[in-house]
């Protein structure tokens, strides 16, 4: 089963798709989030979101200045200000 992944800033939707893993920095700390993991409400701190695609392709990404939230196998993050990292 695949985690379905939104990574929107307040702009635009920045990327959107199915992951294995999602790592993302909050003001607790770095957190990794895969399929099955606890629903979950997090604040965003200033770095990179690192996206697992499920044929291990990587995504990487600036964030910060919002949340990610969890909540079945759907994640959502919403940013602030978000962009790509080429």
């Not at 920045?14 to 993991?37: P, Q, R, Y």
């Not at 910060?64 to 940013?79: N, R």
């Amino acid at each position: 089963m695949a985690l379905k992944v939104n990574l929107v800033s307040a702009e635009a939707e920045i990327w959107s798709g199915e992951a294995s893993l999602v790592v993302a920095k909050t003001v607790e700390g770095e957190m990794g989030i895969m399929t099955g993991h606890e629903p979950v409400l997090a604040i965003l701190a200033k770095g990179e979101v690192r996206i697992t695609e499920l044929d291990g392709t990587k995504v990487l990404a600036n964030a910060q200045d919002g949340f990610l939230s969890m909540e079945g196998d759907e994640l959502t993050i919403v940013a602030g200000n978000a962009a790509l990292i080429a």
